[in-house]
């Protein structure tokens, strides 16, 4: 960040943070509030302990909202506000089963479009001194802190959004991007946010260089890797040694996962005597998409 932008910017000062989901954006607020950044926290739903009704409910009515609940579960340490929705939510859910209306793609985009919505009320009334948002749930954000000469930064999770087009144009399986009715509109929006934020965070130096090949300016766009959790992920000292190679898929979009490539390269090797065992632990919408798979 230049001098121009940390003029006035204290360390405790208030950043508001918009998530219309989850991501990894508990990590950042996390790590912003120990920094000792206050953090306005707005998303539909979230949880920083589950509601004690839940031990009313019998123990198998309680486990699958106990299960889903615990997707937006993260008990924050330091100086946070958090702003919830839940109508934003609810109106999601209700919208992808409602018979006859626009379901996941156009529930979603609605979604990030409420969010947008409550975020720039936000904007209006706090005026924090940096907002943070992600993809198609900032444009209005934006838009209403430029106008109050407050700091923009984009959280991008992806690559610019044409290299996703070419992408998807090049290899067949991703084809299903292309068939969205909602994608002119989702870009105009990616677009709008690119150009209304002062910073842009990648998570990857090839999503970094995605943007800088269009034009953007080397000081705009920042990598900042996302990492691990060395006390969940620590390497073994010893493998075992297995005849197939045995992996666990975890996620719902497999196809941007690369598990179409990552067959077509085991299928390949099959004559070597590589042979391939997956494990799934969600269901999702991409398994149409590999019939010859034995889950």
């Known amino acids: ?10 360390a405790n000062s208030s950043i508001l943070v918009s998530h219309a989901g ?11 509030l120990a920094n000792g950044w206050g953090i306005l926290f707005c998303t539909p739903i979230w949880f920083q302990r589950l509601p004690s009704w839940l031990r009313l409910l019998p123990p198998s009515i309680r486990r699958k909202p106990t299960s889903e609940l615990k997707k937006r579960l993260f008990t ?11 109508i934003i939510a ?3 859910e209700l919208t992808e089963r409602i018979p006859g209306r626009p379901r996941v793609n156009g529930a979603q985009l609605n979604s990030e479009k409420q969010q947008d919505k409550f975020a720039a009320r936000l904007v209006e009334k706090h005026k924090p001194k940096i907002v943070v948002g992600y993809e198609i749930a900032s444009k209005r954000t934006f838009t209403a802190a430029r106008s109050k000469k407050i700091v923009t930064v984009l959280d991008l999770a992806q690559i610019h959004y044409q290299d996703i087009l070419e992408i998807a144009e090049r290899y067949p399986p991703m084809d299903y991007i292309l068939k969205n009715p909602y994608l002119e509109e989702i870009n105009a929006r990616k677009q709008s946010e690119y150009e209304s934020a ?3 965070i990648t998570l990857s130096s090839y999503a970094r260089q995605s943007l ?8 705009k766009v920042y990598e900042v890797n996302l990492g691990f959790d060395v006390n969940l992920f620590t390497p073994k000292r010893q493998y075992e040694s297995r ?16 598990l179409g490539l990552l067959i077509q390269v ?19 919408v991409c398994l149409p998409r590999f019939p010859y798979l034995d889950f």
């Open 90 to 92: 609810l109106r999601k």
């Open 266 to 284: 085991l299928k390949n090797l099959e004559h070597q005597g590589f042979k391939l065992k997956l494990r799934r632990s969600s269901n999702t």
């Open 212 to 219: 800088l090949r269009r034009g953007f300016p080397a000081d």
């Open 1 to 10: 960040m230049s001098d121009e932008y940390k003029n006035g910017l204290s």
């Open 243 to 258: 005849e197939e190679l045995r992996l666990l898929i975890c996620g719902t979009d497999m196809i941007r996962k690369g």
């Open 198 to 200: 002062d910073f842009i």
């Open 76 to 86: 924050f340490q330091g100086n946070l506000r958090l702003i919830t929705s839940p």
């Open 22 to 32: 989850k991501q990894y954006v508990h990590r950042l607020v996390q790590g912003l």
